[in-house]
Protein backbone atom coordinates (compact mmCIF):
# COMPACT_ATOMS: atom_id res chain seq x y z
CA UNK A 1 0.00 0.00 0.00
CA UNK A 2 1.24 3.08 -0.87
CA UNK A 3 1.68 6.36 1.50
CA UNK A 4 -1.48 8.03 -1.15
CA UNK A 5 -3.49 5.06 -0.23
CA UNK A 6 -2.79 5.13 3.32
CA UNK A 7 -3.84 8.42 4.02
CA UNK A 8 -6.72 8.33 1.94
CA UNK A 9 -7.74 4.56 3.61
CA UNK A 10 -8.61 6.66 7.12
CA UNK A 11 -11.44 8.70 5.77
CA UNK A 12 -13.32 5.62 3.87
CA UNK A 13 -16.47 4.55 5.91
CA UNK A 14 -16.15 1.53 7.71
CA UNK A 15 -18.60 -0.95 9.66
CA UNK A 16 -18.42 -0.29 13.07
CA UNK A 17 -20.88 -2.89 14.63
CA UNK A 18 -20.08 -6.36 12.74
CA UNK A 19 -23.28 -7.60 11.08
CA UNK A 20 -25.53 -4.60 11.72
CA UNK A 21 -26.42 -3.62 7.93
CA UNK A 22 -27.36 -7.23 7.14
CA UNK A 23 -29.58 -7.09 9.99
CA UNK A 24 -30.76 -4.44 8.92
CA UNK A 25 -31.29 -5.55 5.20
CA UNK A 26 -32.88 -8.84 6.36
CA UNK A 27 -35.57 -7.15 8.34
CA UNK A 28 -36.21 -4.60 5.24
CA UNK A 29 -36.95 -7.83 3.36
CA UNK A 30 -39.68 -8.96 5.86
CA UNK A 31 -41.08 -5.69 5.76
CA UNK A 32 -41.46 -6.18 1.77
CA UNK A 33 -42.76 -9.94 1.83
CA UNK A 34 -46.55 -9.76 0.82
CA UNK A 35 -49.04 -12.82 0.02
CA UNK A 36 -49.51 -13.63 -3.32
CA UNK A 37 -52.40 -12.20 -4.66
CA UNK A 38 -55.91 -14.17 -5.92
CA UNK A 39 -56.83 -12.84 -8.57
CA UNK A 40 -60.21 -13.49 -10.11
CA UNK A 41 -61.56 -14.89 -13.25
CA UNK A 42 -62.17 -11.74 -15.21
CA UNK A 43 -58.78 -10.34 -14.52
CA UNK A 44 -57.24 -13.50 -15.93
CA UNK A 45 -59.46 -12.83 -18.59
CA UNK A 46 -58.90 -9.32 -19.52
CA UNK A 47 -54.69 -10.26 -18.69
CA UNK A 48 -55.02 -12.56 -21.48
CA UNK A 49 -56.30 -10.81 -23.71
CA UNK A 50 -54.04 -7.74 -23.32
CA UNK A 51 -51.56 -10.42 -23.51
CA UNK A 52 -52.47 -12.14 -26.99
CA UNK A 53 -53.02 -8.52 -28.24
CA UNK A 54 -49.45 -7.35 -27.70
CA UNK A 55 -48.15 -10.60 -28.54
CA UNK A 56 -49.55 -10.13 -32.41
CA UNK A 57 -48.64 -6.45 -32.73
CA UNK A 58 -44.86 -7.61 -31.01
CA UNK A 59 -45.59 -4.74 -28.98
CA UNK A 60 -43.39 -4.22 -25.46
CA UNK A 61 -45.12 -5.23 -22.21
CA UNK A 62 -44.68 -4.75 -18.90
CA UNK A 63 -45.43 -7.32 -16.23
CA UNK A 64 -45.79 -6.95 -12.81
CA UNK A 65 -45.32 -10.46 -11.00
CA UNK A 66 -44.61 -12.03 -7.71
CA UNK A 67 -41.53 -12.96 -6.97
CA UNK A 68 -40.52 -14.59 -3.07
CA UNK A 69 -43.13 -12.30 -1.47
CA UNK A 70 -41.71 -9.04 -3.29
CA UNK A 71 -43.95 -7.73 -5.75
CA UNK A 72 -41.69 -6.55 -9.25
CA UNK A 73 -42.16 -4.97 -12.79
CA UNK A 74 -40.20 -5.80 -15.92
CA UNK A 75 -40.92 -4.97 -19.48
CA UNK A 76 -39.88 -6.39 -22.42
CA UNK A 77 -41.37 -7.85 -25.80
CA UNK A 78 -42.96 -11.26 -25.70
CA UNK A 79 -40.84 -13.99 -27.38
CA UNK A 80 -42.74 -17.34 -26.96
CA UNK A 81 -46.40 -18.02 -24.77
CA UNK A 82 -46.22 -21.65 -23.96
CA UNK A 83 -49.83 -22.80 -22.36
CA UNK A 84 -49.04 -25.82 -21.88
CA UNK A 85 -46.31 -25.09 -19.14
CA UNK A 86 -48.13 -21.86 -18.15
CA UNK A 87 -45.06 -19.93 -18.59
CA UNK A 88 -44.29 -17.02 -20.87
CA UNK A 89 -40.84 -15.72 -22.58
CA UNK A 90 -39.96 -12.71 -23.08
CA UNK A 91 -36.82 -10.90 -24.69
CA UNK A 92 -34.36 -10.13 -23.35
CA UNK A 93 -34.69 -13.75 -22.17
CA UNK A 94 -36.61 -13.83 -18.96
CA UNK A 95 -39.31 -16.32 -18.31
CA UNK A 96 -42.54 -15.83 -15.86
CA UNK A 97 -44.75 -18.67 -14.56
CA UNK A 98 -47.97 -17.26 -15.06
CA UNK A 99 -49.31 -17.90 -11.89
CA UNK A 100 -46.71 -15.46 -10.62
CA UNK A 101 -48.00 -12.72 -12.91
CA UNK A 102 -50.68 -10.50 -11.34
CA UNK A 103 -50.83 -7.48 -14.18
CA UNK A 104 -49.99 -6.95 -17.87
CA UNK A 105 -50.43 -4.04 -19.67
CA UNK A 106 -49.26 -2.64 -22.59
CA UNK A 107 -46.84 -0.40 -23.04
Not at 19 to 26: P, V
Request: aromatic residues 12%; glycine residues 2%.
Amino acid sequence: MTEKERRAAKYLPFDSLKGFKEAIEQEDQKIKKMERPVLSEDEKWDMNLILLECYSKNQAIVISYFENGIYRKYCGVIKKIDYINKQITLLPKKKFWMEDIYKINAK
